[in-house]
């Protein structure tokens, strides 16, 4: 059996793109990339390329941040795809996006001046090309959705972590406060965290204990975890 091979004549290009998302212990940013050269150049947008032919999405994706980053150990996430016929006024492009969380230390100043990178928070980024804005909306709005049924904190945070520094992080991811009292007795009650017979003294004399993601949580599988974390974000 013979098969014809798909049109040659239709131009198509596939792109694959990645909103990063970075947590500085204190607020959520993205990181944006300045064109350097024509077209859109000196205009922000996210991080992307197009993919080699003998290349998966997946992996070019991980290939992005990589090279950004040095780190192989990050939460990826495939988003969707963008291929509106005039979302890219030069050709038609599609674009499969990815989203991924990593930590804002895993670059210095260096770092940022040589990959022409920086680091804004979510809600003072500057004008961005094409869709990219939707594509960073809607990553946003499918990390919310995730860190309500998986412990996606371990990710951003140190390994030893107080209680407040956990409530602060999902502060920052769903831009609302919770009651300290309420996400304290929910968060402990969930199963998902350890104690250590350490401290954080830094900002009392008492201090505040640390914490741990227990080990077993180290793969997105569904757990009993996943579904006491839904019980922690009701609001």
């Known amino acids: 059996m013979s098969f014809k091979k798909y049109n040659k004549n239709q131009e198509i290009s596939v792109a694959v793109d990645c909103v990063i998302f970075g947590y500085d212990q204190q607020k959520l940013n993205v990181l944006l990339f300045k064109r350097k050269v024509n077209p859109l150049k000196g205009c922000w947008s996210l991080l992307g390329e197009v993919p080699d032919a003998k290349k998966s999405m997946d ?109 602060n992080l999902y502060e920052c991811i769903y831009n609302t406060k919770f009651d300290s009292r309420n996400f304290r007795k929910k968060i402990i009650s969930s199963g998902f965290l350890e104690k250590s017979d350490k401290k954080d003294k830094s900002s009392s004399k008492k201090g505040a204990y640390l914490y741990r993601f227990k080990s077993n949580n180290d793969q997105f599988s569904p757990t009993n975890e996943t579904t006491n974390m839904k019980d922690v974000f009701q609001f």
């Open 59 to 167: 992996q070019c994706a991980l290939d992005i941040i990589f090279k950004l980053t040095g780190a192989n150990d990050i939460y990826l996430n495939q988003l969707k795809t963008y291929g509106d016929t005039n979302r890219d006024p030069l050709e038609r492009v599609i674009s499969i996006v990815y989203f991924c969380l990593i930590k804002v230390d895993y670059f210095n100043i260096i770092d940022l001046k040589k990959h022409n990178v920086n680091w804004f928070e979510l809600n003072k980024t500057p004008q961005i090309v094409l869709d990219h804005n939707q594509m960073i909306e809607d990553a946003l709005i499918k990390l919310r959705d995730i860190a309500k049924t998986q412990p996606l904190g371990f990710k951003l945070l140190p390994k030893l972590f107080t209680l407040p520094q956990l409530q």
